[in-house]
């Protein structure tokens, strides 16, 4: 990279071109040199004490760093921020000030730069004036700058410095926000995989995907139901399906990704995605396009990385989103058979009246 800052970045100098407003100009040249930040204590880091020549957010909380890094693990596991919220509150950890955990705060405190040696000013990462790259602090750190780009991707949208060179682009959060890939799943675990297997009105298997129906005095296990109007209806008890679904998946996949090995390579379209961004007149559906292979690569490469090594026991530490891209990666779909003629409803549960579809176009196929 040229000596020259790219559009967007901040310099580590006082004088350079686009420097903040004079009320930022204290904090940019310890930023300059690589000085650890003021302000609060962040969540990780050990507040400074003068006897013990500790600088202000410089040295690694023994305790907290170990749940920072564990969320980013989380995170880049592909587990929700309210996944992680929920496992922070369970642990009896509070924030550094001593407040309870939200979504937003996780999300804040795992694409904070510092994480990994990296500071922002005013929207914009700090440079090396000499060498124009980002200048990495003097702080102890619990990533690396491959992974907090890969976490800030996860909230594109929300961040207006681009992960991807880290360019300052205010626009970025005024933009309609998109969820994360792993906030995307439904609210039960099968929704949209099961399918009712009972003669419709007209004679033909119904189809239809069954819904979830919350625990109530008339579920009290919650159900699967087909609602359509063209049905006579099915309805199966929800925890039971859940379970049977979740074995037959569990085996799937260790048997099928239990000798996978973790794969981090780089995506291989980076140096490519480099050159169209440094080109005279950048080409923007060009670069977009570029962009969107590259999220794909790497949200395949979480995917597989989440199951290499695979065993039945890690089923249980998944969360909901994990577990319907798990589900989705093996089943196309489950037919739910009606019950036998003469069969009462209340009889024991069949898991023969459950039908899997298995996909036949992915890594981790149940053969």
């Not at 400074?48 to 596991?77: C, F, T, W």
């Not at 929700?80 to 999300?107: D, N």
């Not at 626009?171 to 609210?187: L, Y």
């Not at 090995?261 to 005279?280: C, F, I, N, V, Y």
Request: positive net charge.
């Amino acid at each position: 990279m040229k000596a020259t800052s790219p559009p967007g970045l901040v310099p580590g100098l006082p004088d350079a071109p686009g420097a903040g407003a004079p009320a930022e100009d204290g904090r940019r040249a310890p930023a300059g040199r690589g000085d650890g930040p003021g302000g609060p204590r962040r969540f990780g880091w050990l507040a400074a004490d003068e006897k013990a020549g500790r600088g202000h957010n410089q040295v690694l909380h023994p305790v907290e760093s170990r749940y920072l890094r564990a969320a980013i693990d989380m995170a880049l596991a592909g587990q929700s921020e309210r996944t992680i919220t929920q496992w922070l509150i369970r642990e009896g950890i509070a924030t550094a000030k001593g407040g309870r955990w939200t979504s937003t705060t996780v999300r804040n405190m795992i694409t904070n730069p510092a994480v990994c040696g990296y500071r922002a000013l005013g929207g914009a990462i700090v440079l090396d004036p000499d060498t124009g790259e980002p200048r990495r602090g003097s702080w102890e750190t619990v990533a690396t700058p491959e992974e907090w780009k890969r976490l800030c991707a996860r909230y594109n949208g929300y961040y207006k410095i681009n992960p991807a060179d880290l360019t300052a682009d205010p626009e970025r959060a005024r933009r309609p926000r998109t969820r994360p890939a792993a906030r995307a799943a439904g609210k039960y675990l099968l929704s949209g995989i099961l399918r009712c297997g009972r003669l419709n009105l007209s004679g033909q298997v119904c189809d239809s995907p069954l819904v979830g129906n919350p625990v109530s005095k008339r579920t009290p296990h919650g159900s699967y139901a087909c609602n359509s109007s063209n049905c006579r209806g099915l309805a199966r008890r929800m925890d039971l399906v859940d379970q049977h679904i979740e074995r037959l998946v569990a085996r799937a996949l260790a048997d099928r990704c239990g000798r996978l090995t973790p794969d981090h390579t780089p995506w291989p379209g980076e140096p490519d995605l480099d050159a169209l961004r440094a080109a005279e007149r950048p080409p923007a559906r060009r670069i977009e396009e570029a962009e969107r292979q590259r999220e794909a690569y790497l949200a395949r490469q979480a995917l597989h990385n989440l199951l290499a090594g695979f065993t039945e026991e890690r089923w249980d530490a998944l969360d909901l989103a994990q577990k319907r891209t798990a589900i989705g990666e093996v089943l196309r779909a489950v037919v739910i058979r009606p019950l036998p003629p003469g069969r009462a409803t209340r009889a024991p549960f069949d898991p023969g009246l459950l039908e899997p579809v298995y996909r036949t176009d992915s890594l981790w196929a149940a053969p």
